[in-house]
Nanobody
Framework: QIQLMESGGGLAHPGGSLRLSCAIS????????MRWYRQSPGQEREYIAS???????NYSEVVKGRFTISTTNDKKTLVLQMDSLKPEDTAVYFC??????????WGQGTQVTVSS
């Protein structure tokens, strides 16, 4: 079973930065794609960014140019660098990984609050 653990959330001021990490314990599974999502109260979970096993990133339009997704070389830590934060970025952020079979592995989430 794949285990994921997010960290790095907290409070930031508008225009500030936060760096989220997701520790990945892949077990016997080969990770194919790694993603970040977020969910605000009363809202659906929203795709933020992803990165392939080959290192190719992709971003949603709402965060493109402000957030950067990356991984360590061993693919055991997924990182989301968040800059130029806005109050509307406030949400619980989740990491998600996909194997060749499914994308069913989720972390427990970390709260990000952007407020003055």
């Amino acid at each position: 079973q794949i285990q994921l653990m997010e960290s790095g959330g907290g409070l930031a001021h508008p225009g500030g930065s936060l760096r989220l990490s997701c520790a990945i314990s892949p077990g016997i599974f080969r990770i194919d794609n790694m993603r970040w999502y977020r969910q605000s109260p009363g809202q659906e979970r929203e795709y933020i960014a992803s990165i392939t096993n080959g290192g190719l990133p992709n971003y949603s339009e709402v965060v493109k140019g402000r957030f950067t997704i990356s991984t360590t070389n061993d693919k055991k830590t997924l990182v989301l660098q968040m800059d130029s934060l806005k109050p509307e970025d406030t949400a619980v952020y989740f990491c998600n990984v996909c194997t060749l079979r499914n994308c069913d592995s989720w972390g427990q989430g970390t709260q990000v609050t952007v407020s003055s």
